[in-house]
């Protein structure tokens, strides 16, 4: 099994930038796709940003695309999310996860209906207008 965990969020103002950091406890992560997803109060839950381990081809919800970049370090087993020019509709708590296999867009596109794998615990990012 993996094991997943989101670090890195707060509370910032709008214009903001903020890095959040997944560690992914897994024996080769770099066999895995590993995504980050957010989840704002009364909402689904949302597909931001993915990457294929294998071949580094990502994915990018259009709201953040141009603002947040998503990049692993496999040596470190990290996975980070970038975020720039933060708005308040930004608020969600953002999780880390990762799915056995190459990457296929419905699973950032669509997390609700075609869930990856495996997920860690969340971080809280609140961003004040």
């Known amino acids: 099994d993996v094991q997943l965990q989101a670090f890195g969020g707060g509370l910032v103002q709008s214009g903001e930038s903020l890095r959040l950091s997944c560690r992914v406890d897994?024996?080769?992560?770099?066999?895995?796709?590993i995504g980050w997803f957010r989840q704002a109060p009364g909402k689904d839950r949302e597909g931001v940003s993915c990457?294929?381990?294998?071949?580094?081809?990502?994915y990018y919800a259009d709201s953040v695309k141009g603002r947040f970049t998503i990049s692993t370090d496999n040596a470190k087993n990290m996975v980070y999310l970038q975020m720039s020019s933060l708005k308040p509709a930004d608020t969600a708590v953002y999780y880390c996860a990762a799915n056995a296999g190459r990457l296929w867009d419905s699973m950032c596109s669509a997390p609700n209906d075609y869930p990856m794998d495996y997920w860690g615990k969340g971080t809280l990012v609140t961003v004040s207008s």
């Open positions: 897994a024996f080769r992560s770099a066999d895995y796709a």
């Open positions: 990457i294929d381990t294998y071949d580094s081809r990502t």
